[in-house]
């Protein structure tokens, strides 16, 4: 069965560019082209599509614009950015409703790479439910303690990248998201690493503070849920003890540090289960992970090169 997309822009030069650039996508995917965003919300309300790919810049309604009206009428839709200059406002509002940045001019690989990694996923959004619980993770949950060290960090005058590193390093929310932006061109062009610290040394103080106060990226816990927060404390402490185990056995990568990868991606789906109304079991944890990490762009393919066929086995990362 065919994954329907929708492609929006208001140029009619680049929807028909990216009908011949993904022609070669034709048996996998039924693909609409709409050159507004009034246009492509009533394609959406008439049918299920699994992925929108959106512009910035367009009158009327933009793409942050758009993108949020998606994930509140449609939550179980991917969303993509595919633009060119936009203004760092209008990229903070994307930042949310977002999952990847694709930058124009765009490599034809990379583009069919994103798509087909969210179609690989096997989900479909008019009949799993995980999807549509998806759709409403922009944010993973981080101890409140967390974000206040690194509001308090962000402060002292002169910038300690280094501090800053420090925290969002220690935290698995802070980390995946941060991973995400750099990642794809959200600020810029995208940088391939799964380094949380040089994910961090890229974006910057100025942006850190955009996205924690104005963005609010980082999603504190109620402190009334003190079960969530004793949870999320749980899991963040499991990752810092298997990164250890990891480096006990001689376990490192020769570009960056292996076990935070594996360990951080592998706790996405029990964070993002944390927010569901309904308890998921541990199948159903896994599963949500790997559909978050596809639509954010940092799934299993993400980390491949990471790998090497001769390093010593890892340790398993235990849950409880």
Same mark, same amino acid.
């Given at each position: 069965?065919?994954?329907?997309?929708?492609?929006?822009?208001?140029?009619?030069?680049?929807?028909?560019?990216?009908?011949?650039?993904?022609?070669?996508?034709?048996?996998?995917?039924?693909?609409?082209?709409?050159?507004?965003?009034?246009?492509?919300?009533?394609?959406?309300?008439?049918?299920?599509?699994?992925?929108?790919?959106?512009?910035?810049?367009?009158?009327?309604?933009?793409?942050?614009?758009?993108?949020?009206?998606?994930?509140?009428?449609?939550?179980?839709?991917?969303?993509?950015?595919?633009?060119?200059?936009?203004?760092?406002?209008?990229?903070?509002?994307?930042?949310?409703?977002?999952?990847?940045?694709?930058?124009?001019?765009?490599?034809?690989?990379?583009?069919?790479?994103?798509?087909?990694?969210?179609?690989?996923?096997?989900?479909?959004?008019?009949?799993?439910?995980?999807?549509?619980?998806?759709?409403?993770?922009?944010?993973?949950?981080?101890?409140?303690?967390?974000?206040?060290?690194?509001?308090?960090?962000?402060?002292?005058?002169?910038?300690?990248?280094?501090?800053?590193?420090?925290?969002?390093?220690?935290?698995?929310?802070?980390?995946?998201?941060?991973?995400?932006?750099?990642?794809?061109?959200?600020?810029?062009?995208?940088?391939?690493?799964?380094?949380?610290?040089?994910?961090?040394?890229?974006?910057? %103080?100025?942006? #850190?503070?955009? *996205?924690?106060?104005?963005?609010? +990226?980082? !999603?504190?816990?109620? =402190? /009334?849920?003190r079960h969530e927060e004793d949870a999320v404390i749980a899991l963040n402490d499991r990752v810092q003890e298997h990164i250890s185990s990891c480096r006990s056995?001689?376990?490192?990568?020769?570009?960056?540090?292996?076990?935070?990868?594996?360990?951080?991606?592998?706790? %996405?789906?029990? #964070?993002?289960? *944390?927010?569901?109304?309904?308890? +998921?079991? !541990?199948?159903?944890? =896994? /599963?949500?992970?790997?559909?978050?990490?596809?639509?954010?762009?940092?799934?299993?393919?993400?980390?491949?090169?990471?790998?090497?066929?001769?390093?010593?086995?890892?340790?398993?990362?235990?849950?409880?």
């Amino acid at each position: 069965m065919k994954s329907r997309a929708l492609f929006v822009d208001d140029e009619p030069l680049v929807l028909s560019g990216l009908r011949r650039m993904l022609r070669s996508l034709r048996h996998d995917w039924d693909m609409s082209f709409a050159n507004s965003g009034r246009e492509a919300l009533e394609l959406l309300d008439g049918g299920d599509f699994a992925v929108v790919v959106s512009d910035m810049r367009m009158p009327e309604m933009d793409g942050a614009t758009l993108l949020n009206e998606i994930a509140a009428r449609h939550p179980a839709t991917a969303r993509l950015v595919l633009s060119g200059h936009a203004e760092l406002e209008a990229i903070l509002r994307a930042v949310r409703p977002a999952h990847q940045f694709l930058a124009k001019p765009c490599d034809p690989k990379l583009l069919e790479g994103a798509l087909q990694r969210i179609r690989m996923t096997g989900f479909d959004p008019k009949t799993d439910a995980l999807c549509t619980k998806l759709g409403t993770h922009r944010r993973l949950p981080s101890p409140t303690a967390m974000i206040d060290a690194l509001r308090a960090a962000l402060l002292e005058t002169p910038a300690d990248l280094e501090k800053f590193s420090a925290i969002v390093s220690g935290d698995i929310a802070m980390s995946i998201q941060l991973l995400r932006l750099v990642n794809c061109a959200f600020f810029g062009p995208p940088t391939r690493t799964f380094d949380p610290r040089k994910a961090v040394s890229i974006l910057g %103080a100025d942006i #850190l503070m955009r *996205l924690l106060d104005d963005v609010e +990226l980082f !999603r504190p816990i109620d =402190q /009334a849920a003190r079960h969530e927060e004793d949870a999320v404390i749980a899991l963040n402490d499991r990752v810092q003890e298997h990164i250890s185990s990891c480096r006990s056995h001689g376990v490192a990568s020769s570009v960056e540090i292996a076990p935070e990868i594996s360990a951080m991606l592998s706790l %996405a789906g029990p #964070l993002a289960a *944390l927010e569901t109304p309904e308890p +998921l079991d !541990r199948e159903g944890e =896994q /599963a949500l992970g790997r559909l978050l990490l596809a639509y954010w762009g940092l799934d299993a393919e993400g980390i491949s090169a990471e790998k090497t066929a001769d390093r010593p086995r890892q340790p398993e990362l235990e849950r409880a």
